[in-house]
Each structure stands twice: as C-alpha cells, then as structure tokens.
C-alpha cells in the first residue's frame, strides 16, 4: 500500500497567526526519511492553507511524486500547468466548506473534464478523479482516460467515527440521522461494500485506485486490506497526531497501520 501524506494542515497552523512557522516544507526531509511515496498538497481557490509559493517550493525541493488536488477552476488549471506536479488530482471545492466534502460530479462536468484532462495529459501529469465510490463515476472516469480514481471515505469515516469513536463527524446526512447503532452498522457494511465494488470495477477498467478522506489510525485499517485499492492519501490525522508523537513517529505508526495482510 502506497502512501502519500497531505501537508496543508501544517500550512493552516501557520496561517492560523499569519507566520512563516510552521513552514511546510520543512516536513520534505521528514517524510523522505519516512520513505513516504508522495505528498499530496491541495491548492484552495481562497488559499486557506497552501498558497502558490509552497506549491512551487515544494515541487522544486521534494525529489518525490507530488500530487496536487485543485478545483477544475481555469486559474486552478493554469497553475497546475506551469508548475508541472507529477499528479493533478481533480476535487470539487465550495468556498463554505471546511473541507471536500464529496467527490466530482463527473456527469455533470464530463464536457470540462475533457479538455483539462487532455491538456494535463499533454503536459505530461498524471491525472486523478476524486470520486465517490459509484459504478457510475468510475466508468465515467474510464471514458476520461485518467490514470487514477481517488475514492472519497468520507462517508465511511464519519459512520466510523459514530460508532466507535467520539471523533467529530461533519457530513450533513450522516448528522441527520438517529444515533441508532443497528442502522450505523448496516451503513457502515454498506459504505465499505461501495468501496470494494467500485475499486473492483475500476482495476477491471484498468484505472489505478487511491482513497483518502477522514482516515486515521482507528478506520485505516479496514480500507488498507481492499485489494485494488493501491495508495491512500492522509492528511488531518497524521498531522493532528504528529503536535504530540513528532511528524516521524506518526508517520510510521501510520505506516504501520496499514501494512495490511491482505
Ligand atoms: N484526498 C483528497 C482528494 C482530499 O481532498 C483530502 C483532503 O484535502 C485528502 C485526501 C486527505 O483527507 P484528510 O485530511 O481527511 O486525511
């Protein structure tokens, strides 16, 4: 299982007093150390966390595959295309939300993606679809020619979250619901089945599979022994943990994690 940890959030801390610490790109040497196979940086359009300087910084200083998540916005487009990541992952963004809260409507921007993908495509990057784990969403991927789906957890984690843990849940229909734990189960079951069959039908289409979204050290290990699922992308929880176990040490425990016995 590959893995590509997220750095905005060491960004949000230092825009959180408007410094230049915590600085991420101090975090290049920590997971080179930590044999980490990508960083993944997502480039806001209101610049909330990462702005276009780390991006670039990051690019030139990290000798490893960097995979950068933008809105399909023409700005967004632009920078992805001069500063020449090796993977644009494509995600929805609203300006309200705290964080990506579902995956692209590929339907609905299937004439768009055609042209950004063939022009990412022709520049040499890889290309990912943020997606919800749907059938439909993946063939459509497949009709896109990308290289890779990300396959949005979101759902999974907050039932998780739910259930087992008192971790904070922000998914609107998820907080609607009772807190009826019969129920939670099934979706839970539910939510993991999607997951599998859509990564199932992805490999079949010949799409690489990544996940990423509210994982962390209690619901990783379930996603990590889906088979066609090949590299999660982590972010708030490594660096949420790393403020009391050090970046290293919560990288590997992270690793350790999901060293799955498939
Ligand atoms: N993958 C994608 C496409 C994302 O948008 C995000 C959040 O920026 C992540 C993975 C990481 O999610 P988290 O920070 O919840 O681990």
Redesign the pocket.
Request: cysteine-free; hydrophobic content about 20%.
């Given at each position: 299982m590959l893995l590509g940890v997220?750095i905005?959030?060491i960004a949000y801390l230092r825009e959180a007093r408007r410094v230049n610490d915590p600085d991420p790109l101090d975090a290049l040497p920590v997971l080179k150390k930590c044999g980490v196979e990508q960083i993944?940086v997502?480039l806001r359009e209101d610049r909330r966390h990462i702005h276009d300087e780390d991006l670039y910084s990051i690019i030139k200083n990290a000798y490893m595959p960097i995979n950068l998540?933008c809105s399909l916005a023409d700005e967004m487009i632009e920078i992805a295309l001069k500063a020449k990541p090796s993977r644009v992952?494509l995600?929805p963004e609203k300006r309200e939300e705290v964080?990506?809260e579902g995956g692209l409507d590929v339907k609905k921007y299937f004439e768009k993606l055609v042209k950004v993908c063939e022009r990412l495509k022709y520049s040499g990057i890889d290309v990912s679809l943020?997606v919800d784990p749907t059938l439909e969403a993946v063939n459509l991927a497949s009709e896109l020619k990308v290289k890779w789906v990300?396959l949005h957890t979101g759902t999974y984690a907050n039932i998780y979250a739910m259930l087992y843990s008192n971790l904070r849940h922000t998914h609107n229909s998820i907080k609607e619901l009772e807190l009826d734990k019969g129920k939670l189960h099934h979706l839970l079951e539910k939510s993991i089945k999607e997951l599998i069959n859509t990564a199932n039908e992805a490999e079949k289409l010949g799409l690489l599979v990544a996940a990423?979204?509210?994982?962390n050290y209690y619901n990783v290990k379930t996603i990590a022994q889906i088979e066609n699922i090949k590299e999660l992308?982590?972010?708030?929880?490594i660096i949420a943990r790393s403020v009391f176990w050090g970046l290293e040490e919560a990288i590997k425990k992270m690793q350790e994690e999901i060293k799955a016995d498939r």
């Open positions: 997220n905005d959030h993944t997502h998540e992952t995600v964080t990506t943020f990300e990423g979204h509210g994982l992308n982590i972010g708030q929880s």
